[in-house]
């Protein structure tokens, strides 16, 4: 076990919908990451909060948003959802010690039908 | 830009051999992490391995350890004593050791423990 929480496990949406996914870090962990995963791109960095601050944009679309909380959980908002947003969202999260090591949570699985 | 390329999309070994996944990667940086992980059947992540650029010194964690060749920009993954368990989708990811927000992953290696 990792210690990082993902919510929910599994999503089924229909296309133009919205959803959100929930993370909550290792305990003392101020750094959030969100990655997708998908068969035809592979690993994805999306976003990554630290301490309630956004700290750096990877391959996000505009139609996607996140955010970070005082109690340092996370969010990841998808909205207008399309078939190919179908893939595993994973977060995870880091220490911001000089290690670089990420801790991934167990991931949620979209499917957008 | 940073990319890591793992070459072999599938491999396979037989429980008890030894096994080598190879990785290369492209960077101007010269101080960084690179990094395995393993992702089972169940999906989760999980860290294999970490090699600090800086050290020449080949990271291992029991039975598994890296050939680190810093020059070539390689990173080998090797496991020895093959299990079972050992079956997964292994990944080759690179950190910047001074930005800690944007590890990068190649595109993986299915490798299969045969019995």
């Known amino acids: 076990d990792s210690g990082v929480t993902q919510t929910p496990k599994h999503l089924i949406t229909a296309t133009g919908q919205r959803v959100t996914l929930r993370c909550s870090p290792r305990?003392?962990?101020?750094?959030v990451y969100w990655y997708q995963q998908s068969l035809d791109q592979g690993l994805q960095f999306l976003i990554q909060?630290?301490?309630?601050?956004?700290?750096a944009k990877g391959n996000i679309l505009e139609r996607f948003s996140a955010q970070q909380f005082p109690d340092l959980h996370s969010e990841l908002n998808l909205s207008s959802l399309e078939l190919g947003d179908s893939a595993l969202y994973f977060c995870?999260?880091?220490?911001?010690?000089?290690?670089?090591?990420?801790?991934f949570g167990s991931g949620t699985q979209l499917s957008v039908l | 830009a940073q990319t890591v390329t793992q070459s072999q999309p599938e491999m396979s070994v037989q429980e008890a051999e030894t096994v080598t996944l190879s990785c290369t990667y492209d960077?101007?940086?010269?101080?960084?992490?690179l990094f395995w992980y393993k992702q089972p059947p169940s999906r989760q992540m999980i860290l294999v391995i970490r090699?600090?650029?800086?050290?020449?010194q080949n990271a291992t964690e029991n039975r598994f350890s890296v050939n680190f060749q810093k020059a070539a920009k390689s990173f080998s993954l090797k496991i020895s004593d093959s299990q079972l368990g050992d079956t997964a989708m292994y990944f080759c990811?690179?950190?910047?050791?001074?930005?800690?927000?944007?590890?990068?992953f190649g595109a993986g290696t299915r490798l299969t423990v045969k019995p």
């Open positions: 090699q600090e650029a800086y050290k020449q």
């Open positions: 960077t101007s940086e010269n101080n960084y992490y």
């Open positions: 990811a690179f950190m910047n050791a001074y930005n800690n927000n944007d590890m990068r």
């Open positions: 305990s003392g962990d101020l750094s």
């Open positions: 995870a999260s880091s220490a911001w010690d000089t290690s670089g090591k990420l801790f």
């Open positions: 909060y630290y301490n309630g601050e956004e700290r």
